[in-house]
């Protein structure tokens, strides 16, 4: 397993590409950007077969629409946060009035304890509400090390 991290805007958002295996991956928060999150894959020897959101506010899914269309991932969220990709004020996306809302759809909803499996690499949802009422944590597990992918659970500089 190998990561790549992306600072994408509107506000600085961690997107983390995930390769799980040869040329397959998944990734989590595509902020914005999609094309420039799916070059990024390819440059890394990835395509993006999940996207993973940690919750649905707008400046973690604005790239989920771009990157479905090219490469078909399917789009993962708490159940709790799916009506966020189709809510622009639940999103939250007033606070980027430039920047036109898009609803989103999920292929599938999370709840705690599910577990996502891509190239046997298994994403534990561990559902952390406080941030939004369906935010979560990816762990992740390996023989080498173990990984969390916390979204705004937890913030560094930062609100």
């Known amino acids: 397993m190998e990561i790549k991290v992306m600072v994408l805007p509107p506000l600085g958002t961690n997107c983390y590409l995930v390769k799980t295996g040869e040329n397959s991956g ?21 395509k993006i077969e999940k996207i993973l959101l940690t919750h649905g506010h707008f400046d973690h899914t604005g790239g ?3 990157i479905k ?19 622009g004020n639940k999103a939250l996306a007033y606070f980027c009035p430039s920047k036109k809302f898009e609803e989103k759809q999920a292929d599938v909803t999370l709840k705690e304890g599910d577990s996502i499996e891509q ?19 990816f762990l992740v597990e390996t023989a080498e090390e173990n990984y969390m992918f916390a979204g705004d659970t937890i913030f560094r500089d930062s609100i």
Request: with cysteine; proline share 3%; hydrophobic share 40%.
């Open 119 to 137: 190239d046997g690499v298994i994403f534990r949802v561990m559902h952390t509400p406080g941030h939004s009422a369906g935010s979560v944590c």
């Open 69 to 87: 269309d090219a490469t078909e991932a399917k789009v993962y969220i708490h159940e709790n946060d799916e009506c966020m990709l189709t809510d």
């Open 26 to 46: 998944v990734g989590i928060d595509p902020a914005d950007k999609g094309k420039d999150v799916i070059a990024a894959a390819a440059e890394f020897g990835m």
């Open 64 to 66: 989920v629409n771009e």
